[in-house]
């Protein structure tokens, strides 16, 4: 959102294999916006998702860098 | 999550872990995650509205800092010890880093409509109650601490009574002004816009009210906010 109240719209999660309700952003040390997803979401044909940890670049492109699942690393980053 | 003073990004999750309470990790911007420490019941965790604890706050010592039944220390070797453990926690306890050094921390007692409390502690460990028994409802969360080192907080609005409120913490630990806003309900956190103002959104409640982002002054006595139009882009 601009100072002006411009609104844009970067990335809509789908609550698929992306994941989903995003927790708060942060801003890397790149410049782009990185986040992590906190809801047990599942896309067609895919194992069930527990978690992601994203990047969006100031293009609104979204990366999902890695995927929480079932195991010892933990599951629902939202903290 | 938290960006740490490395450039990696730290983050804790609620579930799962070798003892099924979460645990605390690293990730780096390629995505190559580490786990630095799973919770146990050793560790003192849950309950209080939350599984676990976070998100973390790391101190000018490099440490970062967590709560849950207690406030944990967790170095960068992921070693995690209680550090302090405030006379009243509440309800989601929340850290947040000052500019002064110190940790605040923030929590609600008799959920939905009692009231906030706010502690702080130095990284030396001394500990002090800012200003307990803060008026509102829904959860409370500090927001940022400004360059006259006052602490702004706000307590969002639940269905059950009290509006959305922002309190003001001075450095001496007197809650002075605070705002209510009945017209809005904010469940995020404001950020100081460096320009006077804090800047915060709300939810809306139909779909015809979508939610806005407004702005409020800071100076002085707290304004109510201004709404600032989404237009989209």
């Not at chain 1, 809509?12 to 992590?36: C, I, K, M, N, W």
């Not at chain 2, 940022?144 to 639940?158: K, R």
């Amino acid at each position: 959102v601009s100072r002006t109240g411009v609104f844009t719209s970067l990335y809509s999660f789908l609550g698929l294999g992306d994941g989903g309700l995003p927790e708060r952003l942060v801003l890397g040390p790149d410049g782009a916006v990185y986040g992590t997803t906190a809801e047990v979401t599942q896309g067609p044909g895919q194992p069930p998702v527990h978690g992601t940890f994203f990047r969006i670049a100031p293009s609104g492109a979204l990366q999902t860098l890695y995927v929480f699942s079932r195991d010892a690393t933990g599951t629902l980053p939202d903290g | 999550l938290t960006v740490g003073q490395d450039g990696n990004f730290y983050g804790v999750a609620s579930g799962g872990g070798a003892f099924g309470l979460g645990t605390a990790f690293r990730l780096n911007a390629q995505g190559d995650l580490t786990v630095l420490h799973a919770f146990s019941t050793a560790d003192n965790v849950g309950g209080y509205g939350r599984n676990v604890v976070g998100p973390f706050v790391q101190g000018d010592d490099g440490n970062f800092y967590a709560v849950g039944r207690a406030v944990l220390r967790m170095t960068l070797a992921g070693d995690v010890s209680q550090f302090v453990t405030p006379w009243e926690i509440g309800l989601e306890p929340f850290l947040m880093a000052g500019r002064d050094g110190r940790i605040y921390g923030s929590g609600v007692n008799g959920m939905p409509c009692d009231h906030g409390d706010i502690f702080s502690f130095s990284l030396a460990g001394d500990l002090r109650g800012g200003g307990t028994g803060i008026e509102g409802c829904g959860s409370f969360w500090l927001d940022f601490q400004t360059v006259d080192l006052s602490v702004f907080g706000t307590f969002t609005m639940t269905e059950h009574c009290c509006p959305t409120t922002v309190v003001r913490l001075t450095p001496d630990g007197v809650v002075a002004n605070p705002t209510a806003f009945p017209a809005f309900s904010s469940d995020a956190r404001l950020t100081d816009g460096g320009d006077g103002y804090a800047y915060g959104v709300t939810f809306g409640s139909s779909p015809s009210d979508p939610g806005s982002i407004f702005k409020m002054s800071i100076l002085g006595t707290p304004k109510p906010p201004t709404n600032v139009r989404l237009t989209p882009g």
